[in-house]
Nanobody, 114 residues
Framework: VQLQAYGGGLVQPGGSLRLSCAASSSISSADVMGWYRQASEKERELVAEITRGGSTNFADSVKGRFTIFRDISEQTVVLQMFSLKPDDTAVYYC?????????WGQGTQVTVSS
């Protein structure tokens, strides 16, 4: 499975960004798809994920500000981010999990700064 993530960039605090992850395989075949992030000198952490059944899970730090959904027609998983904070600055990675195996995209930089 190959994943292509795009949509990162520089945004001011309080702004919004939309990250998309396009998969080479049907996203319906994934057990879970999600977004992780890794800030400088920190470990990679889960941001949000969505299961095949449509259940979602969010990190406490982004609850109420981020949403995740699947666009089946485009074969993408979207992370919509609102009310961004400087602490959201990180490289964001798309994840595709199937049968216990993880596939990762190349990462896209999100920088929240004035």
């Amino acid at each position: 499975v190959q994943l292509q993530a795009y949509g990162g960039g520089l945004v001011q605090p309080g702004g919004s960004l939309r990250l998309s992850c396009a998969a080479s395989s049907s996203i319906s075949s994934a057990d879970v798809m999600g977004w992780y992030r890794q800030a400088s000198e920190k470990e990679r952490e889960l941001v949000a994920e969505i299961t095949r059944g449509g259940s979602t899970n969010f990190a406490d730090s982004v609850k109420g500000r981020f949403t995740i959904f699947r666009d089946i027609s485009e074969q993408t998983v979207v992370l919509q981010m609102f009310s961004l904070k400087p602490d959201d600055t990180a490289v964001y990675y798309c994840n595709f999990r199937s049968d216990g195996r993880d596939y990762w995209g190349q990462g896209t930089q999100v920088t929240v700064s004035s």
